[in-house]
């Protein structure tokens, strides 16, 4: 059972970037996916996170507009796509999938916006 995180990477103020979050040993259909990120020194926080239903995703206030979420269950995988990217958007992101009796963290993939 595993959860990896990646398509981190180092991208100018502006540009875009789209993480990963695939499992292996269990069905993400089931589960809330959640993408964290943490910045040096500072804790992690929650940026978006997507129902196993089709309620309405959740987004941070910091990313409202910039970044979307999407599920591909036929590849057991969900996306962050992250566009127009600020300096403050540097962080370690990771995924967490979750449901009732079972919570998974993938490892983090690390993401530098800098010119």
């Known amino acids: 059972v595993q959860l990896q995180a990646s398509g981190g990477g180092l991208v100018q103020p502006g540009g875009s970037l789209r993480l990963s979050c695939t499992a292996s040993?269990?069905?993400?259909?089931?589960?809330?996916v959640g993408w964290f990120r943490q910045a040096p020194g500072k804790e992690r926080e929650g940026v978006s996170c997507?129902?196993?239903?089709?309620?309405?995703?959740y987004y941070a206030d910091s990313v409202k507009g910039r970044f979307t979420i999407t599920r591909d269950n036929g590849k057991n995988t969900v996306y962050l796509q992250m566009n127009s990217l600020k300096p403050e958007d540097t962080a370690v992101y990771y995924c967490?999938?979750?449901?009732?009796?079972?919570?998974?963290w993938g490892q983090g993939t690390q993401v530098t916006v800098s010119s």
């Open positions: 967490n999938a979750e449901r009732i009796g079972s919570n998974y």
């Open positions: 040993g269990f069905t993400l259909d089931y589960y809330t």
């Open positions: 997507i129902g196993s239903n089709t309620g309405s995703p």
